[in-house]
């Protein structure tokens, strides 16, 4: 269903399964600080949805997530296994939950970032809201940073001055680099041509 210009279907099930692959999903190795996984990118704005005349109905919309647990205030000295969550009332010592609270420290100083795929007809305030719903029961927060669709490439006014310029200055140097090898080349000719007509 690929096409040259990206992914383009009437089928919502097949839409729904290219939307789901390009998002991320959560990273291998969170207990040991990979924090991030961006999903695809590129095959999520190649997403288009054509109604029966063949007009684009929706197109895929990247956003980036950031995520982090609730926290209680930060401390003044953070060290590494500084402990900010008490688990120990409700989990074993050697449980993936105690693991993850002995780390949750670094939360503090970075956070998770999801890249999430997503039809462009939601809004920033709507994936915000959903993101509200999905964790309203587990101690988490979620921000959108931003959210983009694919759009026509154009260059403003400015940005073609500057390419002419610098394309003008690049011409410059290459028909100053020809000039000056050719004459130099043409200066050594005629003086080997003059000495051979000395012997």
């Known amino acids: 269903m690929g096409t040259e210009t990206g992914y ?3 089928d919502y ?3 729904a399964s290219l939307v789901l692959d390009a998002s991320a999903k959560l990273p291998s190795g969170v207990l040991d600080g990979t924090l991030t996984d961006f999903g695809d990118y590129d095959q999520c704005l190649a997403v288009e949805k054509l109604d029966n ?12 997530v950031e995520a982090a647990p609730l926290l209680p205030s930060k401390p003044h000295r953070v060290q590494f296994k500084t402990v900010v969550l008490d688990v120990t009332n409700f989990t074993h010592p050697d449980s993936v939950l ?3 609270a002995s780390n949750a420290n670094m ?5 998770l970032r999801l890249g999430l795929c997503l039809p462009s007809t939601c809004s920033v305030s709507d ?21 983009e669709v694919k759009e026509p490439y154009s260059l403003s006014n400015l ?3 500057v390419i002419c310029t ?16 050719s004459s130099r080349f043409n200066s050594k000719t005629k003086e080997s041509g003059m000495g051979k007509k000395a012997i």
């Open 13 to 15: 099930l097949y839409l």
């Open 159 to 161: 940005q073609i001055a």
């Open 53 to 64: 005349k063949k007009k684009v109905q929706f197109t895929g919309q990247y956003c980036v």
């Open 127 to 147: 994936v915000q809201e959903v993101a509200k719903l999905a964790l309203k029961d587990v101690p988490f927060e979620a921000k959108i940073l931003r959210c």
């Open 107 to 111: 939360f503090y100083l970075m956070k």
């Open 8 to 10: 383009v279907a009437n």
């Open 98 to 100: 105690a693991d993850f």
């Open 166 to 181: 610098l394309g003008f200055v690049v011409i410059l140097a290459i028909v100053g680099t020809y000039i000056d090898t």
